[in-house]
């Protein structure tokens, strides 16, 4: 993690769960971070919990992904203010219960637009940066096990998850995508997706949690696998990375 001392990591979703996590953690190895979120205030409360002396390390910044020109506002914060960004951790993400097939599409492009296109938003700009300033950095994205396989709502006896699983089979082909891309501009960064199981946060519905109580991963478990991906060695890439908590059923 020596290589990382002192340089500016970018993390949307801050306010809670994963994102949350992630910001501690990332203060606490001597990263400065920036924390992105509609809740701005529930980031700045984050610097109750880091390590003494690491508060001033620790950005909160409004920011919804899912609107270009709140993106480009904070990114332009970023690159004034602290110089440009080296680690970008993707997040933010939404769900939103029913139905398909009978779900308001304004539901469905509201999941979109965070969890694709926030990704496109935030990817873009961070990797200018980096290209801009030739530093080797890293590009991850928070992904799902539903990005790779359909959860049977039948079985689980509950409403599809709608077009939460397609918009993480997109982050997982983007992935890919940005790998290629990465290498034909003839740059070093990274890219990582990681894919958890079941997770205690905000966005699972109190059931699956109710049902999963004893087989269920915790934020600070994502968190480990954020720090162990961008503590790799330069020649190393986790490109990805599914975790699921032990007796998963899914």
């Not at 920036?34 to 910044?61: D, F, I, S």
């Not at 020109?69 to 440009?84: C, H, P, Q």
């Not at 990704?119 to 290209?131: E, H, I, N, Q």
């Amino acid at each position: 993690m020596d290589r990382w001392q002192n340089k500016v990591a970018v993390v949307t979703g801050a306010s809670s769960g994963i994102g949350a996590a992630v910001v501690k953690d990332l203060v606490n190895a001597g990263l400065i971070v920036v924390g992105l979120a509609r809740r701005v205030q529930r980031v700045e409360e984050l610097k109750e919990q880091v390590a003494k002396g690491k508060k001033e390390n620790l950005h909160a910044r409004q920011c919804d992904v899912s609107n270009e020109d709140s993106v480009n506002e904070a990114f332009d914060w970023i690159e004034k203010n602290l110089g440009g960004i080296d680690i970008l951790v993707n997040n933010a993400g939404i769900y939103k219960q029913g139905n398909l097939s009978e779900i308001d599409t304004n539901l469905v492009q509201e999941v979109l637009q965070t969890n694709v296109m926030g990704v496109v938003y935030c990817t873009k700009r961070a990797f200018k940066s980096m290209k801009e300033r030739n530093f080797n950095g890293h590009v991850l994205i928070i992904n799902s096990i539903v990005g790779h396989q359909v959860l049977n709502s039948t079985i689980l006896k509950a409403p599809s998850g709608n077009i939460y699983a397609p918009s993480k089979f997109a982050v997982t082909a983007m992935t890919e995508i940005y790998r290629q891309e990465f290498n034909n501009l003839e740059t070093k960064v990274k890219i990582t997706s990681i894919s958890p199981g079941l997770v205690a946060t905000e966005i699972v519905p109190d059931q699956f949690k109710e049902m999963m109580s004893d087989r269920i991963l915790q934020s600070e478990d994502i968190s480990n696998a954020v720090l162990f991906a961008i503590s790799t060695p330069p020649h190393v890439q986790i490109h990805e990375l599914t975790i699921k908590p032990v007796g998963e059923m899914f």
